[in-house]
């Protein structure tokens, strides 16, 4: 297809820091890395990865924690081309630099050290105000936290939908079965929904355990335009296909989340997802939902075809979307149990389903990974395969 | 922790001020009569620069709520509520439901828009309008 990104780079480099390790201490008080330091040492095991040497890589993308200067002194990458982006972003950017010639190898770097320099989502000082409205603007009636906006977003959709709050558990019970057969999560103790139930509300109608994690880390990828990953490639997983439609009407007052559950923007993606990959949803063998809170997952499975609008509830409960039975969702344990790193650890994890690599999280036969994120209206979604 | 603060940009000066005087204001786009929330410097649905200040007739219909558990203000104790409410004039109004709660569904519910004196502010709740 003339001007499609389908196929224009692959994956050659995956990498991360030590999620478990650094957790165990900054619980013991410690501060093991600051950002950059993570994220340094998620590009080392990147380049390790990929097999290539450093000097070939000609573009490089940070992630939002940290400064695209500093990165690039520290990691000493002089680059013909770079930026800024979130995770999903920036795998979709070095794609379009790629295409365009712009760039032949770029390295996506993230670090965050959220949990141990105490970084709040919520209350006087909530991150990310600057760039969403909506995370600040309500907090004189006490409405503050990104949780709070998918609380009041999950209360209306259960009235509507039907969905129930058992049903909504499926999530977590499934990412944490997950994440028991992944020694690179963080919470591995299996849950049933009953334990979903019994766990307390944070802002009602969502429980503790339909939260992500806080923690520190660093992920970190490889992406080569596809003739070089073809040669110098370990094992490239080739980006088939990408899509992205922003819901930006009405954001601060909440409407496409109360009216609409994002629902427009999802399905404009699928159309151009699933056309630029020439796959549809029954082709995909998993699937990585970024998952800050559980209720992104019925809504990416109705958004994207993969039940009937309204059907989320019945298709978790009796299909499934957990690594034992039916469809599986972030097969890592995801934000909710592996590890809180935004978007980039579902990426790493995709590249890994593909090369069979995942160990005993693995999904048999894993050729196609579909991936999808809605923060705040701005839905994106990245195909990756063999 | 602190105490919650509002988000007071240029625009959002006089709907402040029409609070304190417990007549809730909002812009009015004189093109196509579209209210604006939050106050901003152009209509989105029309993008007519030209509005005026207008006060809400006051009634709305909850869309949404939630309750929340762990503290994030100092001014905030919970438990609390929020809730979304479609105003009869368009706009969705994140604010706080007041005085008695529904029994049963809360989606649905008319509401009144009522002031509510918090720090040194005067701010916009709400409560359940009488049932017909």
Known sequence: ?386 | MANSQPVVTLYDTPMWESLSRERMQLQSCNHCGTLRYPPGPICSACTSLDYRWTDLSGGGEILSWVRFHRAYFDDHPPPYNAIAVRVDEGPIVVSSLIGPEPEGEWIGRRVRLAYRRHLDRTQHAFMLSEQP
């Open chain 1, 1 to 386: 297809m003339t001007g499609s990104l389908s196929g224009v780079a692959s994956v050659i480099g995956i990498g991360q820091s030590d999620w478990v390790g650094d957790h165990q201490r900054v619980r013991a008080g410690e501060r093991p890395h600051d950002s950059y330091g993570y994220g340094a040492q998620a590009f080392l095991s990147a380049l390790t990865d990929s097999g290539i040497a450093r000097d070939e890589i000609d573009g490089l993308i940070v992630g939002p924690t940290t400064a695209y200067e500093r990165v690039g002194e520290l990691l000493g990458l002089n680059v013909r081309w770079g930026g800024q982006a979130d995770a999903m972003t920036a795998v979709m950017e070095a794609c379009m630099a790629i295409h365009a010639g712009l760039a032949s190898v770029v390295a996506l770097v993230y670090g965050n050290d959220q949990r141990s320099a105490q970084v709040n989502y919520g209350g006087p000082d909530a991150q990310g105000g600057g760039a969403f409205l909506a995370y600040v603007y309500h907090a004189p009636w006490g409405f503050t936290s990104q949780g709070a906006l998918y609380a009041m977003m999950a209360r209306r959709y259960m009235h509507e939908r039907g969905l129930t709050e058992a049903e909504l558990g499926e999530v977590a019970v499934a990412q944490r079965l997950a994440a028991s057969r992944n020694p690179r999560a963080l919470m591995r103790k299996p849950i049933a929904i009953e334990d979903y139930l019994a766990s307390p509300f944070i802002c009602e109608p969502l429980h503790l355990f339909d939260y992500c994690l806080i923690n520190d880390g660093g992920v970190a990828l490889i992406i080569a335009e596809a003739g070089k990953a073809r040669r110098v490639g370990r094992a490239p997983v080739a980006i088939k296909g990408v899509g992205r439609y922003d819901l930006n009407r009405g954001a601060t007052s909440l409407e496409p989340r109360l009216l609409d559950y994002y629902l427009p923007a999802q399905q404009a993606v699928a159309a151009q997802v699933f056309e630029m990959a020439s796959l549809g949803p029954k082709d995909m063998d998993a699937l990585q939902i970024y998952d800050s809170f559980s209720l992104h997952i019925p809504l990416a499975l109705e958004g994207y075809g993969y039940c009937p609008i309204g059907g989320a509830g019945r298709f978790m409960r009796e299909t499934g979307i957990s690594l034992a039975k039916g469809l599986p969702v972030n097969t890592s344990g995801g934000h909710l149990s592996e590890s809180y790193m935004q978007g980039w650890n579902h990426q790493i994890e995709a590249v890994r389903q593909v090369r069979g690599e995942a160990g005993d999280h693995q999904v048999e036969g894993c050729r196609h990974v579909h991936y999808s994120s809605d923060v705040a209206g701005k839905a994106i979604s990245i195909i990756y395969g063999a």
